[in-house]
């Protein structure tokens, strides 16, 4: 694989970033996934927009133009050949050159990395069509979860629990209600009603989900932003989750309980091709 390290193109095992830098010390960064689904970017101004967010809340300069992160981002798909796949980005603090709590001087430059990673056939998971189990963990997460860092130790440890539990991914659960699940936003469905958590620094706030709301209400569905608890979610017509690698996955059963009729349902496979569909027209 060719990455880029600091507008730089590289055999992988040729990429160096320094011990003393900020994301590999103090999970110090930010991060991006943009889906690639025939060679083509999805929701790649949405995924920009957030970035630039993410850097502005943790007083990191943005490193890049868009039209730089475009190119990067085009010129990996190229190079390894992408047709279905992810790119991945990640900005760090940099290299200050010791460890200290403190911030660095502003000069310092951030760190920029960017990989390919290949999934063929990634529109047609054989997981949409028998839907995920899902558990739920307490969120022991950080309260500022709308920032999209790299501390991901809390979500790797919920994905291992939920695996040891025989499922597919975690919700997490705060004050009784539902927040997200390890990497990705979580929703129930009742009726012609898709209910998801509101938006505020308890989530992150998806590109995806951004998309999905605004397909949604255009086919005329009701949407509810507010959060809503496990029972509640066990006793929805259906449920499903949505982020930009697995787009609107069904989720059919929650701690061991079917949702609805125990099936993947109408409305999240309905959504799902929506989605696939109209995130297309917009690819770059
Ligand atoms: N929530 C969390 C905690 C995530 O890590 C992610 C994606 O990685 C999402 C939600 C979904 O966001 P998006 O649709 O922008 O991929």
Known sequence: RTVYVNGDY???DQATVSVFD???LMA???????SVLGGKLIDFEGHMIRLKRSLSELSIA??????????????LVDRNAITDGLV?????????????????PAETAPTVVMFTQAKPGLADAPAARSGWSVVSVPDLRWGRRDIKTVQLLYPSMAKMEAKARGADDAWMVEEGRVTEGTSNNAYIVRGNTIITRELSHDILHGITRAAVLRFAREAQMQV????????????????????ASAFVMPVVRIDGVPVGQGGVGPVATRLREIYLEESLKTAV
């Open 10 to 12: 590289l055999p992988e």
């Open 28 to 34: 110090d960064g930010v991060y991006e996934v943009v």
């Open 88 to 104: 991945y980005l990640q900005v760090t603090r940099g290299n200050p050159g010791d460890r200290d709590f403190a911030y660095p």
């Open 62 to 75: 943005n490193p890049l133009s868009d039209d730089d992160y475009l190119e990067a981002h085009r010129a």
């Open 224 to 243: 509810e932003e507010r959060s809503f608890t496990i029972e509640e979610a066990q006793s929805a017509d259906e449920a499903f989750v949505t982020s």
């Open 22 to 24: 900020r994301g590999f």
